[in-house]
């Protein structure tokens, strides 16, 4: 069955990096757009943008560019969420989620999240 | 500040129906048909139970339903069960690349 599975937990500096992965199970990713959404501690859901899986073509929602990369490892398929200069707003669930292909701008599957915690 | 505006909390005993409203502008709920709405519990990962304003995804129970009038739309959730207890979100696509929030409503089963 269709399974999007994070990268556990990170606990960083202020100014470090951290990358985060998505495996995915269950389906062609090529068929689906990857999203990745950004929820801070007792917040909504931020919409951070959205990766072409069939080329790796990143589009970023306003807010997240610069510090933000969306990225694949082909040989495994693997999507990736690299955010640099860390800092203490930053502190948040990060989900990668699939674009369905039922409708546009509506994910049906959601990885678990991964928390990433920002603190010196 | 979300983008969208929700009730911060919602309220019915099992049984009742309950609707829970989401107002945006005429730049994004306003002007497209893509408003989903998403079930979250408390250390899980949201879930889709509305998307394109009413459509039902596969699985989710017929007591969720969408509806859009203007600016505003709204989940009601009829014959209220235990486990519908959750946050839920509305989102609506806003035009070239956005793609906006509420900022959540906390449904409580009395």
């Known amino acids: 069955q269709v399974q999007m599975v994070q990268s556990g937990s990170e606990l960083k500096e202020p100014g470090a990096s951290v990358k985060i992965s998505c495996k995915t199970f269950?389906?062609?990713?090529?068929?689906?757009?990857l999203n990745w959404v950004r929820q801070a501690p007792g917040q909504g859901p931020e919409w951070m943008g959205w990766?072409?899986?069939?080329?790796?073509?990143?589009t970023y929602a306003q807010g997240f560019t610069g510090r933000f990369v969306f990225s694949m490892d082909w040989p495994v398929r693997t999507p990736y969420l690299q955010i640099s200069s860390l800092k203490a707003e930053d502190t948040a669930f990060y989900y990668c989620?699939?674009?369905?292909?039922?409708?546009?701008?509506?994910?049906?599957?959601w990885g678990q999240g991964t928390l990433v915690t920002v603190r010196s | 500040q979300s983008a969208l505006t929700q009730p911060p909390s919602a309220s019915g005993s099992p049984g009742q129906s309950v609707t829970i409203s989401c107002t945006g502008t005429?730049?994004?709920?306003?002007?497209?048909?893509?408003v989903s709405w998403y079930q979250q519990h408390p250390g899980k990962a949201p879930k889709a139970v509305i998307y394109?304003?009413?459509k039902r995804p596969s699985g989710v129970p017929e007591r969720f339903s969408g509806s859009k009038s203007g600016n505003t739309a709204s989940l009601t959730v009829s014959g209220l069960q235990p486990e519908d207890e959750a946050d839920y979100y509305c989102?609506?696509?806003?035009?070239?690349?956005?793609?906006?929030f509420g900022g959540g409503t906390k449904l409580t089963v009395l």
């Open positions: 989620a699939r674009g369905s292909r039922l409708a546009d701008n509506y994910f049906d599957y």
């Open positions: 269950g389906f062609t990713l090529s068929d689906h757009a």
């Open positions: 990766m072409d899986t069939n080329n790796a073509n990143p």
């Open positions: 005429s730049a994004d709920i306003g002007a497209y048909n893509y």
């Open positions: 394109g304003v009413t």
């Open positions: 989102s609506s696509y806003a035009g070239r690349n956005k793609l906006l």
